[in-house]
């Protein structure tokens, strides 16, 4: 044996003791490995839901030493490691990695097997992962400031509406979509995503005439349909040119000049626009951050006319709500737990707890008058939206590059894990105005409003 194979073989053996390591003997674990070197660890039972694919020696030692989840979400990123089959299933490797590194003896013996591998090439590395937000957004201002919340959501939204065309349906609704079965999300999102805008509609209590504001209108799906089919007079703001853009394009192909525009503006500057009847504000609340939420809906409230409603529609975390030790938390700021979508994915967004959110509603003087969870239907929209993501695989990464590619392939797995689980939670919150005399414009039974209409 050459000295050559001698090292291949020792680097081989080095990797399958960190393996072992981290997720105990092969016949115990629910996934199969391949390592880069061709060899492979069969799972427990056949077929495995996934395979780990370890493709650089040094990409175990770069993304161990030492371990922390935004590490390994960047191994995946650069390449070192790759899936193949139910990337869902595989998002809880991170936990149980750092449920095994409380184990001292486990985490010796990693350390001497991780040291046995080759030194990570670091200029690889960054050269792979050189565009983070806090390259890009935090040199911008202070957090939530208007300037840096434009460059944070630019960030996100900018990437290119060709991508975004690749996975969304033909309307480009970013959010979640109303499904009326879990059978073939992918094949049903169209009809789903025009029953999310249509449920929109319904709870406000659109009518003829009626001025409506969408606070963070995205390409201008909710508008559209609101002016169409229930005869409105629709603004919509973004601080996405990319966004404003396009959507002012397909307003005019529709002929919907006369009741439709979408403007560049912030939140924090609605007085110039007047009063509204109605205001819809869905998936903007998670780019706010929990502390300035007050501020925020004392806008919407401001903007909105007395008897008035507002639908806000957002993302909330599940686990904020529940109690967390000191120990916990300091736990997972080590861990670095949610910075994979800090640095690449949502800069400054901050999930909070429903309570947080209905407080400030509260606090700025609104009513609430329902709130619907719709957990399940995020799951199976993020499922679809990644189906036509993998499916177009080639086209994205042409569109924006291979790093982008794996950033969105990641955050849309982790995410439907995340409601699929029972981690995050999406709601809607349906909240009035009440004029002086506390009268509210909303049916006096549920099943009077929430049964989707139309008029055309």
């Known amino acids: 044996m050459t000295n050559a194979m001698a090292r291949e073989t020792e680097t081989t053996a080095a990797a399958r003791a960190v393996m072992h ?18 060899d492979e660890e ?7 839901p996934f395979t780990l694919l370890v493709n650089r020696p040094d990409g175990l030692r770069r993304m161990l030493l030492p371990p922390n989840e935004l590490k390994i979400v960047e191994a995946f990123l650069a390449g070192d490691l790759d899936l193949e089959g139910d990337a869902e299933s595989a998002m809880t490797l991170g936990d149980a990695i750092n449920a095994r590194l409380l184990e001292p003896r486990t985490t010796l013996s990693l350390v001497r097997n991780l040291l ?25 201002g202070g957090q939530h400031e208007p300037t840096r919340d434009q460059a944070a959501v630019r960030f996100h939204y900018d990437v290119g509406n060709d991508f975004y065309a690749l996975w969304l349906d033909e309307r480009m609704v970013y959010s979640c979509a109303y499904f009326e079965s879990a059978d073939d999300p992918d094949g049903h999102l169209e009809d789903a995503q025009e029953a999310k805008l249509e449920l929109v509609c319904s709870k406000l209590g659109l009518r003829p005439g009626d001025r409506l504001l969408d606070v963070g209108c995205g390409w201008g799906a909710l508008v559209m349909h609101a002016a169409k089919h229930h005869g409105v007079r629709a603004v919509g703001i973004t601080l996405s040119e990319a966004q404003a853009q396009l959507a002012r394009e ?30 819809a504000s869905v998936g903007m609340v998670e780019h706010v951050g929990v502390p300035h939420l007050p501020g925020y809906f004392t ?4 903007a909105l006319r007395p008897g008035g409603m507002l639908l806000n529609h957002g993302i909330v975390s599940v686990e904020d709500a529940r109690p967390a030790s000191p120990l916990s938390r300091l736990g997972d700021r080590l861990w670095k737990r949610d910075a994979f979508i800090h640095q690449y994915v949502f800069p400054d967004g901050k999930l909070g707890p429903l309570s947080a959110v209905i407080d400030a509603a509260e606090r700025s003087g609104f009513e609430t008058r ?7 239907h995020y799951a199976l929209t993020l499922r679809a939206w990644l189906a036509r993501l993998m499916r177009h695989q080639e086209e994205a990464i042409a569109a924006t590059d291979e790093r982008t590619f794996r950033i969105w392939r990641l955050y849309m797995t982790g995410s439907a894990h995340g409601f699929a689980s029972g981690r995050l939670n999406v709601v809607q919150t349906l909240l ?17 409003w929430v049964t989707p209409r139309r008029t055309h």
Do not use: N
């Open 250 to 279: 397909r307003i005019a192909d529709a002929g919907l000049q006369d009741s439709c525009t979408v403007e560049i503006r912030d939140y924090r500057s609605l007085a110039g626009l007047g009063t509204f009847d109605r205001i």
């Open 299 to 302: 806008a919407l409230y401001g």
């Open 370 to 376: 329902d709130v619907e969870s719709l957990r399940p």
């Open 432 to 448: 009035a105005r009440p004029c002086a005399g506390g009268e509210v414009e909303l049916p006096l039974r549920r099943s009077q």
């Open 116 to 140: 046995r591998l080759p030194s990570p090439k670091r200029a690889e590395r960054q050269a792979m992962l050189a565009r983070r937000a806090e390259q890009t957004v935090e040199r911008v």
């Open 42 to 48: 069969r799972a427990a039972r056949e077929p495995a």
């Open 21 to 38: 390591d981290l997720f105990g003997e092969p016949a115990a674990r629910p996934f199969a490995v391949r390592y880069w070197s061709g």
